[in-house]
């Protein structure tokens, strides 16, 4: 500031003076009215969280063997305070039944896996959000096309084949390639192969000697994976055991990760000079968006294997996960498609007259401006997938919804329908609050950069 | 259908086919027509250019001067005639066409730069995935188109943050980075202020000095006055006249040119 030499006439612009107490006076009690609105408003927000507040913190029983034992603990409390009955939520039951709200009947031996795999997304994913880190497309990218490999088999678990081998080793070698790309990226801002390069004193060698090195040494580092991963082997978990929230993660982690890429491809058929490709994408999606999820869930466990060859039989989570996978994808068209129709003819005109192919143009110029455009409806989009899943509760998976359902059923808590049912509430707000705060802070700065 | 066109070209216009014939031809119209719909917006288009001409066009609103650009590099398709850019016959044939594309640079009314990326990524992106450039090489050639337009300091801004006129300055420079043979304008100073407009023009003065190929739809007509080697009149969608800027504005045949010029030169 001090540098700026303000020219004559020139002053700062005013300050708000404010302080808490001159807040509350001009937008809470200005006039009578809102005076009176806003002891209204309090009341009301008093009466309803006092009201939970009792239910579940003050009365709220803990510990507890079974629901019989929380009632009685109930009951005595309310003849020590003198009054009729006490409401109280019996959180023991809760606390019991947690672990099979997270993973549902999965064995409890084999949980690390699961807690392991997401721990690996989330190290893998990580870089995204780092400052300074080279090439953040390719994290994305082999989140979405990598991770699954290695995700599959630690939750699977049992036989793998030479493919899955392969994939899995590609894996874990582009998973710690990242994380030290990421580390390196934070520390020094340089990419990982600027690193091996420089390590190797080979800065001065020639592009194509550079790049057999890079390729060398990944080569060597596959190898030892691939070496390194051919004991490893993991009891299977049948598919049928799988639930609770990772069940419903799994289905639509895919579904998200399928939705996007396939919306984009539905979108740019349907937009296509080609009448075949247009007709067709323009179908599938009407069909699609016309029919209810849970009647493409229906018709996904009964239909598919219709068409499926004979003695081929594929099961119901894999057939579910298809129907998400293609539903969604068909949401996603049409909001990559209202994304496209924003970006001006001039900026196609423009990267065509520079003759960039349709692919490249799409690609480097639409896709680019449109995407963010769309960020606030995929984001929007993804939340409604992750809170359909729950539908698959309805065609008997053991996602967390019928695991929330199941604690009634228990004998020991048997008719305890409110809290798991909170505490279910609880975990989707979590969240879908997050993403949607995410999107917000995407918005915000990717908007940022290019100011339009 | 272009068969018999092209045979009857030849009777009709000895003088056209002449100069077309001679190698240094490097755009070609013969008997060009196209339609938007039921609407005639080119009829019948002769037009030859040879290397290094500088060729200005102008008209009244409406009367298809871009579409007649954008003919050249296939923004628009021609229905009936022949188009042959450097050598090349513009059709259907889509190797064919991108190649043309990255040999003709268009600069148009809007700018149409791209938002996203800076003014030097601008400039670079299609050298590196056109041309196969490598980035470092590309990143140079970059810098210096953008002294040359005069605005270096800019590049690693984004066109939003830059006025009009710098903005056009960076359109020209990108199709310069591709290396084009011909540079196509459509009213490239139109929606710019008078301050900007001087600006621009300078760029594209110094650019017609070195030799380079132009067709500029513009009304500057003391940019033809001084630049051009022919100036092509059209109204509804024909060429009405051409001739060469001298004997263009002090000596015009037809009324409809007249008048077009008195209207114009009034304002
Ligand atoms: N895509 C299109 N579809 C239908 N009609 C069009 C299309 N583009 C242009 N036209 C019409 O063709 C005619 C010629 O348009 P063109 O843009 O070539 O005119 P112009 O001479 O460049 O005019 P201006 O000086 O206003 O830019 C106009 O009447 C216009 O309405
Ligand atoms: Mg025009």
């Given amino acids: 500031m001090a540098d700026v030499v303000l020219a004559e006439g020139y002053r700062p612009p005013p300050t708000v003076q404010g302080t808490w107490f001159a807040w509350l006076r001009d937008n809470l009690f200005s006039t009578w009215i809102n005076t009176l609105l806003t002891f209204g408003a309090l009341y009301i927000v008093y009466f309803a969280v006092s009201g939970v507040w009792a239910w579940g913190i003050t009365n709220a029983v803990w510990e507890a063997e079974n629901r019989r034992v929380c009632f009685d603990i109930l009951a005595e409390r309310a003849q020590e305070q003198g009054v009729d009955e006490l409401t109280g939520a019996c959180w023991a039951g809760v606390i019991s039944w947690f672990d099979s709200f997270i993973v549902g009947r999965y064995p409890r031996g084999e949980m690390w896996r699961i807690n392991l795999g997401g721990l690996l997304l989330v190290v893998w994913m990580v870089p995204i959000w780092l400052p300074g880190v080279r090439d953040k497309i390719y994290v994305g990218f082999s989140t979405v096309f990598l991770y699954p490999f290695l995700g599959f088999y630690l939750f699977a678990g049992g036989e793998k084949g030479l493919f899955l081998q392969v994939m899995m080793s590609l894996a874990i070698v582009v998973l710690i390639g990242n994380t030290l790309n990421g580390y390196h990226g934070v520390r020094t801002g340089r990419s990982l192969p600027a690193v091996v390069i420089a390590g190797l004193g080979m800065k001065a060698s020639s592009d194509k000697k550079q790049r057999n090195t890079l390729l060398a040494i990944f080569a060597?580092?596959?190898?030892?994976?691939?070496?390194?991963?051919?004991?490893?082997?993991?009891?299977?978990?049948?598919?049928?055991?799988?639930?609770?929230?990772?069940?419903?993660?799994?289905?639509?982690?895919?579904?998200?990760?399928?939705?996007?890429?396939?919306?984009?491809?539905?979108?740019?058929?349907?937009?296509?000079?080609?009448?075949?490709?247009?007709?067709?994408?323009?179908?599938?999606?009407?069909?699609?968006?016309?029919?209810?999820?849970?009647?493409?869930?229906?018709?996904?466990?009964?239909?598919?294997?219709?068409?499926?060859?004979?003695?081929?039989?594929?099961?119901?989570?894999?057939?579910?996960?298809?129907?998400?996978?293609?539903?969604?994808?068909?949401?996603?068209?049409?909001?990559?498609?209202?994304?496209?129709?924003?970006?001006?003819?001039?900026?196609?005109?423009?990267?065509?007259?520079?003759?960039?192919?349709?692919?490249?143009?799409?690609?480097?110029?639409?896709?680019?401006?449109?995407?963010?455009?769309?960020?606030?409806?995929?984001?929007?989009?993804?939340?409604?997938?992750?809170?359909?899943?729950?539908?698959?509760?309805?065609?008997?998976?053991?996602?967390?919804?019928?695991?929330?359902?199941?604690?009634?059923?228990?004998?020991?808590?048997?008719?305890?329908?409110?809290?798991?049912?909170?505490?279910?509430?609880?975990?989707?707000?979590?969240?879908?609050?997050?993403?949607?705060?995410?999107?917000?802070?995407?918005?915000?700065?990717?908007?940022?950069?290019?100011?339009? | 259908?272009?068969?018999?066109?092209?045979?009857?070209?030849?009777?009709?216009?000895?003088?056209?086919?002449?100069?077309?014939?001679?190698?240094?031809?490097?755009?070609?119209?013969?008997?060009?027509?196209?339609?938007?719909?039921?609407?005639?917006?080119?009829?019948?288009?002769?037009?030859?250019?040879?290397?290094?001409?500088?060729?200005?066009?102008?008209?009244?609103?409406?009367?298809?001067?871009?579409?007649?650009?954008?003919?050249?590099?296939?923004?628009?398709?021609?229905?009936?005639?022949?188009?042959?850019?450097?050598?090349?016959?513009?059709?259907?044939?889509?190797?064919?066409?991108?190649?043309?594309?990255?040999?003709?640079?268009?600069?148009?009314?809007?700018?149409?730069?791209?938002?996203?990326?800076?003014?030097?990524?601008?400039?670079?992106?299609?050298?590196?995935?056109?041309?196969?450039?490598?980035?470092?090489?590309?990143?140079?050639?970059?810098?210096?188109?953008?002294?040359?337009?005069?605005i270096p300091e800019q590049a690693d801004k984004y066109p939003g943050q830059l006025s009009g006129g710098q903005q056009q300055r960076v359109a020209i420079a990108r199709s310069l980075c591709m290396n084009p043979k011909i540079m196509l304008f459509d009213e490239p100073t139109s929606a710019l202020d008078p301050e900007m407009i001087k600006e621009v023009l300078e760029v594209m003065v110094e650019l017609a000095s070195t030799g380079m190929t132009m067709i500029v739809v513009t009304h500057e007509m003391g940019f033809a006055k001084t630049v051009a080697d022919r100036v092509i009149f059209m109204d509804f969608g024909e060429i009405i006249e051409m001739n060469e800027p001298h004997q263009f504005f002090n000596n015009p045949q037809s009324d409809r040119t007249k008048l077009f010029l008195s209207q114009i030169l009034h304002n």
């Fill in chain 1, 220 to 452: 060597a580092a596959f190898a030892l994976a691939f070496w390194a991963q051919m004991d490893w082997a993991l009891v299977s978990v049948e598919w049928n055991l799988w639930g609770g929230l990772f069940l419903t993660l799994v289905i639509s982690g895919i579904g998200i990760a399928f939705a996007l890429p396939g919306g984009i491809v539905l979108a740019m058929g349907r937009r296509s000079q080609l009448p075949v490709i247009r007709i067709l994408c323009t179908g599938f999606i009407e069909v699609f968006r016309s029919v209810p999820l849970i009647t493409i869930l229906f018709m996904a466990t009964t239909m598919f294997p219709l068409f499926l060859p004979e003695g081929f039989t594929l099961n119901k989570l894999v057939q579910v996960i298809v129907a998400v996978c293609l539903f969604n994808a068909c949401y996603m068209a049409e909001v990559v498609r209202a994304g496209l129709q924003a970006i001006p003819r001039g900026q196609y005109e423009a990267a065509m007259a520079m003759g960039l192919g349709y692919w490249k143009m799409m690609g480097l110029i639409i896709m680019p401006q449109a995407l963010k455009f769309m960020i606030p409806n995929i984001v929007g989009n993804f939340i409604g997938l992750l809170k359909d899943t729950t539908l698959v509760s309805i065609i008997g998976l053991f996602d967390i919804l019928n695991m929330l359902k199941a604690v009634s059923q228990d004998v020991p808590w048997r008719g305890l329908h409110k809290e798991p049912l909170v505490v279910g509430a609880a975990l989707f707000f979590i969240i879908c609050f997050a993403m949607s705060k995410y999107s917000r802070h995407l918005e915000e700065t990717l908007g940022g950069g290019t100011q339009r």
């Fill in chain 2, 1 to 150: 259908m272009v068969e018999t066109t092209t045979e009857t070209t030849e009777a009709e216009t000895p003088g056209q086919l002449a100069s077309a014939a001679s190698s240094d031809v490097i755009i070609l119209l013969n008997h060009v027509n196209k339609w938007f719909g039921e609407f005639h917006v080119l009829r019948d288009i002769n037009l030859s250019i040879t290397q290094g001409e500088r060729i200005v066009v102008c008209g009244p609103s409406g009367s298809g001067k871009s579409t007649l650009i954008r003919c050249i590099n296939r923004l628009e398709e021609h229905q009936e005639g022949d188009i042959i850019v450097d050598g090349l016959t513009l059709g259907s044939d889509l190797k064919n066409l991108d190649q043309i594309r990255s040999e003709v640079g268009m600069v148009f009314q809007s700018f149409n730069l791209f938002p996203h990326l800076t003014v030097l990524e601008n400039l670079t992106l299609a050298p590196i995935w056109v041309r196969k450039i490598p980035k470092s090489e590309a990143n140079e050639a970059a810098m210096a188109y953008l002294e040359r337009v005069k």
